[in-house]
Each structure stands twice: as structure tokens, then as C-alpha cells.
């Protein structure tokens, strides 16, 4: 089932669901999907209907078929911006809400880099589990060659890929192509572009067949376990476990189910 959802506030972004994948995809190739003030609150309001979902298992988040998946902060917001600091800190601001956002919803998510992503359109992949590449794509940070310092990037790259590698990408502003940026670590994988999305709702089905609270469960391991050590970390793992086997039917229910040799309830159309 795929549906599109009419939504007339959206003109810079679309938003649809496709079996129980979120879409969110930026829809302004003519400015090469800048990030403007009302991409900034329609991501906001995108964000609030994947939260709202309790059906949704995954999102993509998708340049579309443009050149760019996004080059960052529009050419006028940043007119504005660089004489009016405060103003700029609003919207860095609200750009790592949007970023924190997407790392902490339940479900996987997805971003599919189709084209150019440069700056902002650089940090707002690093909020999402994986970042798909189109061959002919290429990504970098790239602030540091206008002399400008990244915002929300330094940190989460460091995350993704070590803090030796992150101050090489950031500190020489270069870009990646797409098999570049997964030799690199910074991607999951790199496609011809025309398989891109199918490759991004493959991936996206691989997750949201199974529970949802499983999936989501699992998640809060790795997030919230990011700085503990093992022992500490152990003992979370073990919590979250408990916690879910004795508040969720799904762990019961699929070793029922493999004992009695049928699909679990989730899997049964």
C-alpha cells in the first residue's frame, strides 16, 4: 500500500507513507533543495506526523531526483543570518532539533543521498542510522573552506566515523563520492543512482516486518549506551531486556510461533 498524503502547507517537501515506511522528500530542485525557514517548519511539521504514527516501522529521508539532495542554508537566509547573529543561532538552533529529532525516534531511519549534500544538507544525514549513496553523489561538510565553522556536525561525524577521520573531512572541506563516503565509513552503501530509493525502502521493509518495539527497544541500547563502558553497558542491555520481555508479547509470541511452526502474529497479513 502506498499512500500519499495531500498536504497543502507542504511546498517545499512531500510527505507520503509506502507500506509502513515514512517518505519525507524535498521537492525545490530548482534552488537545489535549500533549507529555508519554511523548509525548516515543514520538516518540523513532517517530523511531528512520523512521531504521531505508531504504525510507521521506518523513514526515508530523500533528495528526490534533482542535482542536490540539499546544499544548506539558502542564499538569502543566509544573507540575513551572517548580519544578524542571533538570528543565525535561531536556525542553527532549530536545524540540530530537527537532527536531534530524528535520532530519537524509534524506528530506523534512512537518509538517501541522490545528489549534492554540502553543509546543512551534510548534518541533517548524520541524525539518521544509515545514509545511502547514489554513486554519482557527493557529500562533504565543506564550511571550513568558507571560513564559516560547522554547527551541529563536529560531534556526531566524530561518532560515525573517529575523531581523526571527521577533523580530515571537516578541517580540508573535501567531498565524497558515494563509494568514497562508504569506504570512509560515513556511508552504509552506494548504488546507481536510479536504484537509490528502492534500495532505501528495501532496506527500510528489512526493518518494519519486524515488531516495532523490538526494533525501538534496541535503538535506546545503542543510544543511550553511547558512553558507557562494558560493564555499565551490560548492565543497560540487560535492563532493556528485562524490561521489554516482561512489557511486550513479541518475544513470547515468535518463540511460540517457531515451536509451532507458524509466523508470528506481526508477520500474518
Same mark, same amino acid.
Given at each position: 500500500?502506498?499512500?500519499? +498524503?495531500? +498536504? *497543502?502547507?507542504?511546498?517545499? +517537501?512531500?510527505?507520503?507513507? !509506502?507500506?509502513?515506511?515514512?517518505?519525507?522528500t524535498?521537492?525545490? #530542485?530548482?534552488?537545489?533543495?535549500?533549507?529555508?525557514?519554511?523548509?525548516?517548519?515543514?520538516?518540523?511539521?513532517?517530523?511531528?506526523?512520523?512521531?504521531?504514527?505508531?504504525?510507521? /516501522?521506518?523513514l &526515508? &529521508?530523500?533528495?528526490?531526483? /534533482?542535482? $542536490? @539532495?540539499?546544499?544548506?542554508?539558502?542564499?538569502?537566509?543566509?544573507?540575513?543570518?551572517?548580519?544578524?547573529? #542571533?538570528? @543565525?543561532?535561531?536556525?542553527?538552533?532549530?536545524?540540530?532539533?530537527?537532527?536531534?529529532?530524528?535520532?530519537?525516534?524509534?524506528? =530506523?531511519?534512512?537518509?538517501?543521498?541522490?545528489?549534492? %549534500?554540502?553543509?546543512?544538507?551534510?548534518?541533517? =544525514?548524520?541524525?539518521c542510522d544509515?545514509?545511502?549513496?547514489?554513486?554519482?553523489?557527493?557529500?562533504?561538510?565543506?564550511?571550513?573552506? $568558507?571560513?564559516? +565553522? #560547522?554547527?551541529? %556536525?563536529?560531534?556526531?561525524?566524530? !561518532?560515525?566515523?573517529?575523531?581523526? !577521520?571527521?577533523?580530515?573531512?571537516?578541517?580540508?572541506? !573535501?567531498?565524497?563520492?558515494?563509494?568514497?563516503?562508504?569506504?570512509?565509513?560515513?556511508?552504509?552503501?552506494?548504488?546507481?543512482?536510479?536504484?537509490?530509493?528502492?534500495?532505501?525502502?528495501?532496506?527500510?521493509?528489512? @526493518?518494519?516486518?519486524?515488531?516495532?518495539?523490538?526494533?525501538?527497544?534496541?535503538?535506546?541500547?545503542?543510544?543511550?549506551?553511547?558512553?558507557?563502558?562494558?560493564?555499565?553497558?551490560?548492565?543497560?542491555?540487560?535492563?532493556? @531486556?528485562?524490561?521489554?520481555m $516482561?512489557?511486550?508479547?513479541?518475544?513470547?509470541? /515468535?518463540?511460540?510461533?517457531?515451536?509451532e511452526?507458524?509466523? *508470528?502474529?506481526?508477520?500474518? $497479513?
Open positions: 500500500m502506498t499512500t500519499d +498524503l495531500a +498536504l *497543502p502547507p507542504f511546498t517545499s +517537501l512531500t510527505y507520503a507513507v !509506502r507500506e509502513r515506511t515514512a517518505i519525507i524535498f521537492a525545490t #530542485p530548482d534552488n537545489l533543495n535549500a533549507i529555508t525557514d519554511t523548509r525548516l517548519g515543514e520538516l518540523e511539521a513532517a517530523l511531528a506526523l512520523v512521531e504521531a504514527d505508531q504504525q510507521l /516501522g521506518a &526515508v &529521508v530523500s533528495g528526490g531526483d /534533482g542535482a $542536490a @539532495f540539499c546544499v544548506g542554508l539558502d542564499l538569502s537566509l543566509l544573507d540575513k543570518a551572517f548580519s544578524d547573529i #542571533p538570528y @543565525f543561532e535561531t536556525v542553527v538552533t532549530r536545524l540540530n532539533g530537527i537532527i536531534s529529532r530524528i535520532e530519537a525516534l524509534p524506528i =530506523p531511519t534512512i537518509a538517501a543521498i541522490n545528489g549534492f %549534500a554540502r553543509a546543512g544538507g551534510f548534518e541533517l =544525514p548524520l541524525g544509515f545514509i545511502l549513496m547514489a554513486d554519482e553523489a557527493k557529500i562533504g561538510d565543506v564550511h571550513t573552506d $568558507a571560513g564559516v +565553522l #560547522p554547527a551541529t %556536525a563536529s560531534l556526531r561525524l566524530k !561518532r560515525r566515523i573517529g575523531e581523526q !577521520r571527521a577533523k580530515e573531512l571537516i578541517w580540508s572541506a !573535501r567531498w565524497l563520492k558515494g563509494q568514497e563516503a562508504v569506504d570512509f565509513g560515513l556511508a552504509w552503501k552506494s548504488v546507481p543512482r536510479a536504484a537509490l530509493l528502492e534500495t532505501a525502502l528495501a532496506m527500510a521493509a528489512s @526493518f518494519s516486518d519486524k515488531p516495532r518495539a523490538c526494533i525501538a527497544s534496541n535503538k535506546a541500547v545503542f543510544q543511550q549506551g553511547e558512553e558507557l563502558g562494558t560493564a555499565a553497558g551490560a548492565a543497560l542491555e540487560i535492563a532493556l @531486556f528485562v524490561k521489554y $516482561a512489557e511486550q508479547p513479541y518475544g513470547r509470541e /515468535g518463540y511460540n510461533a517457531y515451536r511452526k507458524r509466523q *508470528p502474529f506481526w508477520k500474518v $497479513a
